[in-house]
């Protein structure tokens, strides 16, 4: 009798985890294959990959689209990188309006909105992140997929027992092998994570790009927030980006400068190893906070958190949050206003080679009428305007 | 309803289903599971097999560690090498008993420090131990609670300390620099364990322990022992001085390489199929542990519960959260097993790290406290592991009552060395 029970339990168990592994399947294989349409603005005068700069990336998961934009006039070259860590949306929905709204007037601009294709297939084991969040528009909703900030495991597996940077030799976290922004300069023989970083440089060298900026969130809890974090080369641009934006944009965005020892991230090595200005942009995200309440679509679209809060009240954060939280549209429109500041500083310190963008809505803008206003509806646009992500 | 309320209701229920499962008789793996489906489905979420699937395998790469880690130390066992040491030992320096109680610390140590769980430490070790030390007059009470706590301490010593790599994790700290911060008290508190409560009795009796002891075989020797772990620690050594031109290990791999390396000097044939299914069969409940853990912690974060507690703990008082650890540590332990590390070990450091303390000595103190609570009911797995092993014929409160003193004296170290992070993170270093 008591056989009879345990083979009953068993099988019942058996069943149930079949059940859990069937539809969980279902959403993961969903999840790394969604693909995102990007309907670009006339603005965009090509779409190459960027296995075109390092065939070594080619045909991998990771040879990711770059959006480029020609400029009416000559100018100077700068490269926007989103999705570096796709766990933090902004900076991808920054890079989208680019693609959906942006012309070049003078100079030229090219455009990564998932740096980390790999990355934005899955999400953070114990994270109860979201698959995917979706951004409401005059014609319906345009989902996109959440990511995590890791190279998924199924691309680069297994670590290191502990992650050894290169060229540097500075000892890193084994996980961090798979972290985009560990991983610069990258390496021609190394990870898919590495030679994305090599791939992404190749890009730099062979386009001579003046200017590199790659967009990022933050959570309240870390102090490295609501600031551009640059390189030595890129101290006069950034904290005159940085003076501006508070002047004359109503929010604060801080400067801080690269530390020189440490290694692997995009502000430190980009500008070590090319003649590009490297700047990182960072928003906040109450999303990633450790102390924040539910893990939901909600949460990572408004940025209403009340542990959140609580814990801002103790003095715990170094960025402020209330009630009304860090909409997305306040985060996205940070990105939007910060890039566009950065090529109008540089153009009157550059006159000659200036860089001018249009069509992509500012901070203000971007709260006023929300990130849903400036995308494109696919199913009306011409298919040669659409690009899959 | 505020976020508050409506989370602390969440939590109230999950932790009524976990007790009312207890009280059912219901596993703690099973009764963890059962707190999470009751979790997600009062906070609104339904049952989502995604989050379940997610959270299962969130600890998959130490579960790979665990298995092949306990493998590579079960073929060295079926070999003969952990009865020859033990004897050698013994034979050598049966008449320094200082010599000895060190020794044996060592071989307590070693298998949990690489594998990241005390049990393989009771299992491996724990049997042959327990007979030399009951032949230096040491009472089998006593035998049991040293074998116990030195098990403990050699799971959370390096380089596998589970406790201190799912706290780093849940706060996206980097396992680096933890080496000397875990052995140096692991290694102190198990030598003042061993010493404390091993120090009197009679002179051993070599001839008795000899004949409880199993025979290694002939061509035994410390060299065939050496081999593995010098295959084991020279691919370590490969990966951290030619990381560019070495292909990308991994823990799992080296200790299967090691073990491999292991069966193929072994003097004796080794069935291995044998071998690998009673590794699996002795570390089901772990691993089922492990799993239950990784969805009860997703579901805690998806319903707003772990932020809940991590609000909660990390505006606590900084002197209430160092007059409590010693308690709370051992007690999350006795009821979530590592489950603890994830659900109170992250907001703790992130207290820690916030108020200027070193997190990194901070965690080391914290993973030297959390093992004590593996003897607690209601789990108590490995406390009942060791007095099966040991035989111990008194009560279970017995051996508790027999852990008291080297306890506290862990439990006193563990907090200084939070408390005195920040002095002491020089450790650091390597």
Redesign the interface.
């Known amino acids: 009798m008591r056989d009879k029970f345990i083979v009953i339990r068993k099988t019942i168990f058996i069943l149930l985890g079949m059940l859990v592994i069937i539809f969980a399947g279902k959403s993961f294989y969903d999840h790394r294959n969604f693909n995102e349409p990007v309907v670009t603005n006339e603005g965009v005068t090509e779409v190459k990959k960027l296995g075109d700069y390092f065939t070594g990336i080619s045909g991998t998961i990771n040879d990711c689209n770059i959006y480029v934009f020609e400029g009416e006039e000559e100018g100077s070259n700068m490269l926007v990188i989103g999705g570096t860590h796709p766990e933090e949306p902004a900076g991808r929905l920054a890079a989208y309006l680019f693609a959906e709204n942006g012309k070049m007037k003078a100079g030229k601009l090219f455009l990564a909105i998932t740096a980390n294709r790999s990355a934005s297939t899955g999400t953070k084991l114990g994270g109860a992140y979201p698959p995917d969040f979706s951004i409401k528009t005059s014609f319906g909703e345009r989902k996109f997929r959440m990511g995590d900030r890791w190279s998924n495991p199924l691309d680069q597996w297994p670590d290191p027992e502990v992650y050894i940077h290169y060229p540097s030799g500075q000892n890193l976290a084994y996980v961090d092998t798979r972290n985009l922004n560990r991983t610069w300069p990258g390496r021609e023989n190394g990870t898919l994570t590495e030679q994305t970083c090599y791939a992404f440089m190749e890009l730099i060298k062979k386009e001579k790009i003046d200017v590199f900026i790659d967009l990022h969130e933050a959570e309240l809890q870390y102090p490295v927030i609501s600031t551009i974090v640059a390189h030595e080369n890129g101290e006069e641009l950034a904290t005159f980006v940085s003076m501006m934006l508070t002047d004359m944009e109503g929010f604060r965005m801080g400067v801080e400068f690269s530390p020189k020892n440490l290694h692997g991230l995009s502000h430190r090595e980009v500008g070590d190893y090319s003649d590009a200005v490297s700047l990182l942009f960072e928003a906040p995200e109450p999303f990633l906070d450790a102390t924040r309440g539910t893990t939901s679509r909600e949460q990572l679209l408004t940025g209403k958190d009340e542990f959140v809060v609580m814990a801002g009240k103790h003095g715990l954060l170094f960025e402020q949050i209330d009630e009304n939280g860090w909409p997305i549209a306040k985060r996205v429109g940070r990105h939007t206003s910060a890039i566009l500041m950065t090529m109008e500083i540089w153009s009157e310190d550059y006159p000659d080679r200036p860089l001018i963008c249009e069509g992509v809505p500012r901070y203000e803008e971007v709260i006023e009428n929300g990130v849903g206003y400036y995308l494109n509806d696919p199913k009306s646009a011409l298919k040669n305007r659409i690009v899959l992500e | 309803m505020?976020?508050?309320s409506f989370?602390e209701i969440v939590l109230g229920i999950m932790v009524l289903v976990y007790i009312v499962s207890k009280v059912f008789r219901v596993s703690t793996e099973l009764s963890m599971f059962f707190s999470a489906v009751a979790g997600s489905l009062a906070?609104g979420f339904g049952l989502?097999?995604?989050?379940?699937?997610?959270?299962a395998?969130?600890y998959?790469?130490i579960n790979l560690i665990f298995i092949t880690a306990t493998f590579f130390m079960n073929i060295l066992k079926e070999s003969g090498g952990v009865a020859f040491a033990v004897r050698e030992i013994l034979s050598r320096f049966h008449n320094h008993r200082i010599l000895i109680l060190v020794l044996m610390t060592i071989i307590l140590l070693v298998p949990g420090a690489l594998t990241g769980a005390g049990s393989v430490t009771v299992l491996i070790a724990g049997g042959m131990v327990s007979v030399v030390l009951n032949h230096m007059g040491i009472t089998k009470l006593k035998t049991a609670a040293i074998i116990f706590i030195v098990a403990g301490l050699s799971a959370a010593a390096p380089p596998v300390s589970l406790w201190a790599m799912m706290t780093?994790?849940?706060?996206?700290?980097?396992?680096?620099g933890f080496f000397l911060p875990l052995l140096i008290p692991c290694v102190l508190g198990a030598l003042i364990t061993m010493f404390l409560l091993g120090w009197k009795g009679e002179k051993s009796n070599i001839e008795e322990a000899f004949e409880e002891l199993p025979i290694p075989p002939e061509r035994m020797s410390w060299i065939l022992i050496a081999l593995p772990f010098l295959v084991f620690f020279g691919l370590?050594a490969m990966?951290?001085f030619l990381?560019?031109s070495s292909p990308?290990?991994?823990?799992?791999?080296?200790f299967l390489i090691a073990g491999a390396t292991s069966y193929f000097v072994s003097p004796t044939k080794i069935k291995i199929l044998q071998v690998s299914r009673d590794t699996i069969k002795q570390l089901l409940p772990l691993i089922g542990t492990l799993t239950a853990v990784?969805i009860l912690?997703?579901?805690m974060?998806?319903?707003?519960v772990?932020?809940?507690l991590?609000?909660t703990t990390?505006?606590l008082p900084v002197s209430v959260v160092f007059g409590i650890l010693f308690f709370v540590l051992p007690l999350s332990e006795a009821v979530l097993m590592w489950g603890a590390a994830?659900v109170i070990g992250?907001?703790l450091v992130?207290l820690f790290n916030?108020i200027g303390l070193n997190p990194i000595i901070a965690l080391a103190g914290m993973s030297m406290i959390w093992p004590l609570g593996d003897a607690l009911p209601p789990t108590a797995l490995i406390g009942r592991l060791t007095v099966d092993v040991v035989g111990v014929d008194e009560s279970y409160s017995a051996f508790l009552r027999t852990c008291i003193l080297p306890s506290i004296i862990i439990m006193v170290m563990g907090t200084l060395m939070v408390i005195f992070s920040s002095q002491l993170d020089f450790l650091t270093a390597f």
């Open positions: 505020d976020m508050f989370t906070g989502q097999p995604r989050y379940f699937a997610e959270g395998i969130t998959l790469d780093a994790a849940g706060v996206n700290m980097p396992y680096i370590i990966g951290r990381p560019y990308i290990v991994g823990l799992p791999l080296m990784g912690v997703e579901i974060t998806l319903t707003g772990r932020g809940l991590a609000v990390v505006t994830p992250v907001p992130l916030t």
